[in-house]
């Protein structure tokens, strides 16, 4: 994670060139929008309210970026992010997930992250909390060295043997840390207390302003039986991971947690709603698309700022930043309720993608396929080599199958890759130490009868 506002706009497409290819329209799109978030934050109070946030649609078939481009931008920045679909969401009154849980969901991702930051932090105090606690339960009747005050016995002549006691249970102890530390006592079993969260015999169905929602139940937990102790045996080495982690909790100030959250969603949070074009109705349609419009009007008081009640707390939507994307095949965004339109005011089309981009895509990115297949099988020590040629091969047969069939993006290297690669990958234990060079031949020889079956290669590729 980069310091965001340290990143030009310029600096912050160069991130996105790492891992995509092309788009150059929807990188400069999310990156001014990024950039402009950090602006905001460098105005006085009254005119930083005043500045909203210019949400984005993405207009594209499927495969060519639009949620990379959403993911690894929240992950540039540090920022809470989540995807949804908007054909999960219904209306008020009909079955279906209530839109408002995309808020809750963000929420609870952002909650998550700051935990994850606290616990770099207090996990060296409670790694030794957890090996105090290990010696207790190996050492039963050998407590930490005591304090000077209470290892002085009240009567003189009791003095000496209390202190020659204390000093070999110390003795005692430092040894068994020792072992402890050095993992001779890793397999050796202990019995621990473990909590137990009692599931409430309770159950909420989801439904409009209760998915999700924690019904502060904690009382009626406690009087039902609430969260119990219960006694397991295992070994000391993975008795010291949960351990670890009771006392990490314990040392997370959740209250504080949820306050930093709720902050970094406000200000930072970043919702990608795909899918839109799914809701996107046109005039004089009744039946499920009276649904449809009925997402565009509920989501749409979220994208314009409303409070949204979540467990920890009231979020306020108005400065998340929202970025939709869709095909619209066979919608337009102009079919959109006009409300919902004004509040995208950024729209970019991405570019189908073609052989050459095929090619970029298989090679450059720092997480390029062929990469990918290569470090994958030389953990069986096969080595792979992709000559120039195959990948220019590779490319143009997925552009070819795209044109052909339903173009889904780079998506048809996927399916292509593992077809080409599925032998080599069943039979990798059996060539070990082999070097496996994939040339246009090989690829024929694997590929040829599938690609010159144009029925065939439109149910398999």
């Known amino acids: 994670?980069?310091?965001?506002?340290?990143?030009?706009?310029?600096?912050?497409?160069?991130?996105?060139?790492?891992?995509?290819?092309?788009?150059?329209?929807?990188?400069?799109?999310?990156?001014?929008?990024?950039?402009?978030?950090?602006?905001?934050?460098?105005?006085?109070?009254?005119?930083?309210?005043?500045?909203?946030?210019?949400?984005?649609?993405?207009?594209?078939?499927?495969?060519?970026?639009?949620?990379?481009?959403a993911r690894r931008l929240s992950r540039l920045c540090?920022?809470?992010?989540?995807?949804?679909?908007?054909?999960?969401?219904?209306?008020?009154?009909?079955?279906?997930?209530?839109?408002?849980?995309?808020?809750?969901?963000?929420?609870?991702?952002?909650?998550?992250?700051?935990?994850?930051?606290?616990?770099?932090?207090?996990?060296?105090?409670?790694?030794i909390r957890t090996e105090e606690i290990i010696l207790d339960i190996l050492l039963p009747g050998i407590k930490k060295d005591p304090q000077p005050e209470q290892a002085a016995a009240p009567i003189a002549s009791l003095a000496l043997p209390q202190v020659q006691t204390a000093e070999r249970s110390n003795l005692t102890r430092e040894?068994?840390?020792?072992?402890?530390?050095?993992?001779?006592?890793?397999?050796?079993?202990?019995e621990i207390n473990v909590t137990k969260k009692a599931a409430p015999a309770l159950e909420i169905f989801s439904g409009t302003g209760l998915e999700d929602m924690d019904l502060n139940l904690g009382g009626i937990a406690g009087f039902l039986g609430g969260n119990k102790k219960k006694k397991r045996k295992l070994s000391v080495k993975n008795a010291r991971d949960v351990i670890l982690n009771e006392e990490i909790e314990k040392l997370i100030d959740t209250d504080k947690a949820a306050d930093i959250a709720r902050d970094r969603v406000q200000e930072m949070g970043i919702i990608f709603i795909d899918e839109i074009d799914k809701v996107a109705g046109k005039e004089n349609r009744s039946g499920a698309d009276v649904s449809r419009e009925g997402v565009q009007r509920d989501i749409l008081p979220i994208v314009e700022g409303s409070k949204v009640n979540t467990k920890y707390g009231m979020i306020d939507t108005s400065h998340i930043l929202f970025i939709a994307a869709g095909a619209f095949h066979m919608s337009k965004p102009s079919d959109l309720i006009p409300e919902l339109q004004g509040r995208f005011p950024i729209r970019v089309e991405l570019e189908s993608l073609g052989a050459k981009e095929f090619e970029k895509i298989l090679t450059q990115p720092e997480n390029a396929l062929i990469k990918q297949y290569t470090e994958l099988l030389k953990t069986e020590d096969v080595n792979l080599i992709f000559t120039d040629d195959a990948v220019k091969r590779i490319s143009a047969l997925a552009a070819e199958v795209n044109s052909r069939t339903e173009n889904i993006g780079a998506r048809r290297l996927h399916t292509i890759m593992e077809y080409l690669l599925e032998d080599v990958s069943f039979e990798a234990d059996e060539l070990k130490g082999q070097t496996i060079t994939i040339t246009p031949d090989y690829i024929d020889e694997k590929l040829g009868n599938i690609i010159e079956d144009q029925d065939l290669s439109r149910y398999i590729l």
């Open 1 to 69: 994670m980069l310091e965001l506002d340290k990143l030009a706009p310029k600096q912050i497409v160069a991130e996105l060139d790492k891992y995509i290819i092309g788009q150059n329209k929807a990188k400069k799109a999310v990156a001014i929008a990024l950039r402009n978030r950090v602006r905001r934050q460098k105005l006085d109070e009254a005119m930083r309210e005043e500045v909203a946030p210019k949400n984005i649609i993405m207009i594209g078939p499927t495969g060519i970026g639009k949620t990379e481009i």
């Open 175 to 190: 040894k068994f840390r020792e072992m402890l530390r050095a993992g001779n006592l890793e397999e050796k079993e202990i």
């Open 78 to 127: 540090g920022a809470p992010f989540v995807k949804v679909e908007a054909t999960k969401y219904t209306e008020v009154g009909y079955v279906g997930r209530d839109v408002e849980s995309m808020v809750r969901d963000l929420m609870n991702v952002a909650v998550n992250m700051v935990k994850a930051e606290m616990r770099e932090q207090v996990i060296r105090e409670a790694q």
